[in-house]
């Protein structure tokens, strides 16, 4: 097969038609103060796949047809290759407030994946590779390698077990310290391995699902020195209890339990960052019209340290999201959440987050599809007078050509507004993306 050569805009790039496809979307900046956790790599975004939420909810049942013998399990699998590249120009690639510099990347992402189309009982098996390189700063440079597994297995009409399996490397490449701005954390190396089990209920009068989680987070800084106060393990138990009150309306409660521990008794201050955080939601689900879909949860995060010098935290928190459908060629996805989150920034003993956004999709012909994105983040430390707000929008188009083949579009606006001096920034994106399937 010959290789796809496209050119954007002056920039010229190949892809080989390989293998696992990113979105199209703008990859978001995420918070600079402790890039592990606020970037959702830690065990809460490990939940295993499976049932689905709204079939468990309004008690809908599994089948059960006959499954493929043992003989024939792994050739039942369907082979699935990927392959994308972007070019990106960006107004401000150190997120920097007095520091400014335009540059342009190429990013490749090839993958493979194998997955089943059974009707009972799921698998899905893969591997993905990126690498993201800039013209003239080398030390925004990123790779990132990722191997996962997960699936289902349905005992009866009513239980079913699920699991996931994860490893991944991101390397952030920040070699050049010439070029590093303060603004941004110097770490080169992540490390995330983890996994996850669910023993899940589905039936009468109520569906029930369990989940334990399991993380373990390695980082190193530039020169491959090991950084041992912010390596840990990250534990996590939550079980969500459902309730069907109507046949459109569900009721539900959801306690979970995370406990960090770190790989060092104290951190480069002397403190014990090991925590455990209690949370607990309740709720409800209500499927308004067979267009639109409500959920809404509101409860408490009071998160409890190993170290008497830091305070113990109580945080509101909230996990409310909106779907509506209004016709076939339009969605809109609305999200809010507040919560707590643990951190090693010196000084601070936790973040009270919340997040928003709003997300319209509309089908322009059965080939173009054109989206939208408005969104905010706020984060307030503990122990301090400062807060950053974070807002951003942006817009694109996306064009399927066959099965095969989609090009993209989008441009993206982020600003954060900080107390502290000199962590605002706002930055100007514009991507253009190709992606292939096989």
């Given at each position: 097969m010959k290789p796809v050569i496209a050119?954007?805009?002056?920039?010229?790039?190949?892809?080989?038609?390989?293998?696992?496809?990113?979105?199209?979307?703008?990859?978001?900046?995420?918070?600079?103060?402790?890039?592990?956790?606020?970037?959702?790599?830690?065990?809460?975004?490990?939940?295993?796949?499976?049932?689905?939420?709204?079939?468990?909810?309004?008690?809908?049942?599994?089948?059960?047809?006959?499954q493929p013998k043992i003989g024939g399990f792994l050739s039942s699998l369907k082979l699935r290759a990927?392959?994308?590249?972007?070019?990106?120009?960006?107004?401000?690639?150190?997120?920097?407030?007095?520091?400014?510099?335009?540059?342009i990347a190429n990013t490749t992402s090839v993958g493979v994946a194998a997955t089943s189309d059974w009707d009972r009982h799921a698998l899905n098996i893969g591997v993905n590779g990126t690498?993201?390189?800039?013209?003239?700063?080398?030390?925004?440079?990123?790779?990132?390698?990722?191997?996962?597994?997960?699936?289902?297995?349905?005992?009866?009409?009513?239980?079913?077990?699920?699991?996931?399996?994860?490893y991944g490397k991101d390397t952030l490449g920040r070699d050049d310290q010439q070029e590093v701005s303060t603004t941004l954390s110097k770490l080169r190396d992540i490390e995330n391995m983890g996994g996850a089990v669910g023993l899940n209920y589905n039936g009468y009068p109520?569906?029930?699902?369990?989940?334990?989680?399991?993380?373990?987070?390695?980082?190193?800084?530039?020169?491959?020195?090991?950084?041992?106060?912010?390596?840990?393990?990250?534990?996590?138990?939550?079980?969500?209890?459902?309730?069907?009150?109507?046949?459109?309306?569900?009721?539900?409660?959801?306690?979970?339990?995370?406990?960090?521990?770190?790989?060092?008794?104290?951190?480069?201050?002397?403190?014990?960052?090991?925590?455990?955080?209690?949370?607990?939601?309740?709720?409800?689900?209500?499927?308004?019209?067979?267009l639109t879909t409500l959920n809404f949860g509101i409860g408490g995060v009071r998160r409890e340290f190993e170290d008497s010098r830091l305070d113990d935290a109580q945080t509101l928190a909230l996990d409310a999201s909106l779907l509506w459908t209004p016709t076939d060629d339009f969605t809109l996805n609305a999200l809010l959440n507040r919560t707590n989150e643990s951190t090693t920034l010196s000084g601070v003993n936790d973040i009270v987050v919340t997040r928003g956004s709003l997300v319209p999709s509309?089908?322009?012909?059965?080939?173009?599809?054109a989206s939208a994105e408005l969104g905010f983040a706020e984060y307030e430390f503990s122990n301090t007078s400062f807060t950053d707000h974070d807002y951003f929008g942006g817009f694109g188009v996306n064009y399927l050509w066959n099965n095969a083949v989609n090009t993209g579009i989008r441009y993206r606006y982020y600003t954060r507004l900080s107390d502290l001096f000199n962590r605002g920034f706002y930055s100007n994106t514009l991507l253009f993306t190709l992606s292939c399937s096989l």
């Open positions: 050119s954007l805009s002056g920039l010229v790039f190949v892809t080989v038609l390989a293998v696992v496809t990113p979105t199209f979307a703008a990859t978001p900046y995420d918070h600079q103060y402790d890039p592990v956790y606020d970037s959702g790599v830690v065990t809460k975004n490990l939940t295993p796949q499976g049932v689905s939420l709204g079939d468990a909810l309004f008690g809908k049942s599994q089948t059960s047809t006959p990927n392959a994308s590249t972007a070019a990106e120009y960006t107004d401000n690639v150190k997120l920097s407030d007095t520091a400014r510099k335009s540059d690498l993201k390189r800039f013209k003239d700063s080398s030390s925004e440079n990123q790779d990132g390698f990722h191997l996962f597994a997960n699936g289902k297995v349905d005992i009866n009409d009513a239980w079913s077990l699920t699991g996931n399996l994860v109520f569906s029930v699902f369990t989940n334990a989680a399991y993380n373990h987070i390695v980082i190193e800084k530039m020169d491959n020195e090991a950084l041992g106060y912010r390596d840990r393990d990250v534990y996590r138990y939550s079980t969500r209890i459902s309730y069907p009150v109507t046949d459109d309306i569900a009721v539900y409660v959801q306690p979970a339990l995370s406990h960090e521990i770190y790989d060092v008794d104290r951190d480069q201050s002397g403190i014990n960052r090991d925590n455990k955080a209690y949370e607990v939601l309740g709720g409800i689900t209500y499927k308004v019209t067979e509309l089908s322009l012909t059965e080939e173009t599809i």
